[in-house]
């Protein structure tokens, strides 16, 4: 069985969706290259910060 | 008005210049195939780079969701569990031979099998996706 830590799945979730969204909604090579890279910085970064923001409400 | 902003994958202006040929024979067969199998309908148009990517991407996705235990769901017993199983539809034949071959928990009792049935979900509607991209590429709406 594959046991990933939340952040290693968010990592991976992050990866592969943004690979899709990247092909799939721009035209150019060059364009689908950085709109991956943008949508993988959106999900971890988002992530990242919603996460910091659950801890402190849980505090 | 129409949105339309430079880069976007379906220009107005890419419609109106998409080539006849382009719109001869049965154009929903990419769509069909790309859902059924990942990738496969941008491998019928001979995209191959993009075609193995998102088949790769896809395929990694529905496989992690297994290996971390997620469920396929099956059956409906409220509205969660019906738009659950909309989405694993989404994934054509994996889902279909993962369910014959019993694949998949029965029941979520683990955080990991949690995501996994989210990687299982996402997988189908990225399926979908790619599916409607290689159906605007077969009709020349996207180059």
Redesign the interface.
């Known amino acids: 069985m594959f046991k990933p830590s939340h952040f290693a799945a968010v990592v991976l979730f992050a990866l592969f969706a943004s690979v899709v969204f990247g092909i799939t909604q721009r035209q150019t090579p060059r364009a689908m290259v950085r709109y991956g890279i943008y949508c993988f910085v959106l999900f971890v970064g988002s992530a990242v910060v919603l996460s910091w923001i659950m801890f402190f409400i849980a505090r | 008005m129409r949105y339309s902003q430079k880069?976007?994958?379906t220009?107005p202006n890419k419609i109106a210049d998409a080539p006849k040929e382009s719109q001869q024979g049965f154009v929903y067969l990419p769509l069909i195939a790309g859902w059924l199998v990942p990738g496969a309908g941008h491998f019928l148009l001979r995209k191959w780079g993009?075609g193995a990517?998102?088949a790769?991407?896809?395929l990694?996705?529905f496989v992690?969701g297994l290996?971390?235990?997620g469920k396929l769901y099956g059956g409906a017993h409220d509205i969660l569990d019906l738009l659950s199983m909309a989405g694993d539809l989404g994934n054509g034949l994996l889902y279909i031979v993962s369910r014959v071959l019993g694949l998949g928990a029965d029941q979520v009792q683990i955080t990991?099998a949690d995501?996994g049935s989210?990687?299982i979900v996402?997988?189908g509607l990225?399926n979908v996706?790619?599916a409607?991209?290689a159906h605007n590429l077969r009709t020349g709406r996207?180059?």
Do not use: Y
């Open positions: 880069g976007m994958s220009e993009r990517l998102l790769a991407s896809i990694c996705m992690l290996a971390m235990q990991t995501w989210r990687f996402v997988s990225l996706i790619a409607v991209d996207k180059s």
